[in-house]
């Protein structure tokens, strides 16, 4: 499917461990790397994980990024209150030849 | 240092045209393939449109393809879109994003900078 979707929130504590999925399907996720990005209210995305798990430099190894199949995730472990923002997935779709990003999870520390 | 500036954002009226700019600077303009990126009210983020680092190739959102076009100038730096037969469902904010790898596929290319958005209001 030519979709990718994301939970519109997820939470944790302080200190616990965060995941957010993101579904996708076959011309997408399957064949593509996955990218994620943190954005913060009334600013620029910023890329937080490029090619399914690798962190940019200066990216905290708190933030790491995984895929299987169609799927893919973000994991925070060690939540802080700095990592609350909206989360988007993103992969290239081959059969529109174009980026897709997913709805977006905002993010709360409990 | 890498950076991008949007300008051109202004509030438009329904089925009217607008040229939104993006001037780059930091970084060899002509190697990195160049995007835009549109945030409207309430709602996540949504792929305009992509133009290659070499070839000029171009990309679009199917949705928007025949209204919106991307090009660039590199003399002198420079990133553009041009909107036309504009609607209010147009109305967000335009940001620029630079490919964070030089490479002749999008999909291999996250996007490392991004300006700080232009703002578009369609509305009579």
């Known amino acids: 499917q030519a979709v990718l979707t994301q939970p519109p929130s997820a939470s944790a504590a302080p200190g616990q461990r965060v995941t957010i999925p993101c579904s996708g399907g076959?011309?997408?996720?399957?064949?593509?790397?996955v990218y994620w990005y943190q954005q913060f209210p009334g600013t620029a995305p910023k890329l937080l994980i490029q090619r399914s798990s690798q962190r940019p430099p200066g990216v905290p190894d708190r933030f790491s990024g995984s895929k299987s199949g169609t799927s893919a995730s973000l994991v925070i472990s060690g939540l802080r209150s700095e990592d609350e923002a909206n989360y988007y997935c993103?992969?290239?779709?081959?059969?529109?030849?174009?980026?897709?990003f997913g709805g977006g999870t905002q993010v709360t520390v409990l | 240092e890498v950076q991008l500036v949007e300008s051109g954002g202004t509030l438009v009226q329904p089925g009217g045209s607008l040229r939104l700019s993006c001037a780059t600077s930091?970084?060899?303009?002509?190697?990195?393939?160049m995007n835009w990126v549109r945030q409207t009210p309430g709602m996540g983020l949504q792929w305009v449109a992509t133009i290659s680092g070499r070839e000029d190739r171009t990309y679009y959102a199917d949705s928007l393809r025949g209204r919106f076009t991307i090009s660039r100038d590199t003399s002198k730096n420079m990133l553009f879109l041009h909107m036309s037969s504009l609607r209010a469902d147009d109305t967000g904010v335009y940001y620029c994003?630079?490919?964070?790898?030089?490479?002749?596929?999008?999909?291999?290319?996250?996007?490392?900078?991004w300006g700080q958005g232009a703002l578009v209001t369609v509305s009579s």
């Open positions: 076959d011309s997408n996720i399957e064949i593509n790397y």
């Open positions: 930091g970084f060899i303009f002509t190697s990195y393939a």
């Open positions: 994003a630079k490919d964070n790898v030089v490479t002749t596929r999008p999909d291999l290319a996250g996007f490392d900078y």
């Open positions: 993103a992969a290239w779709d081959d059969s529109l030849s174009g980026w897709l």
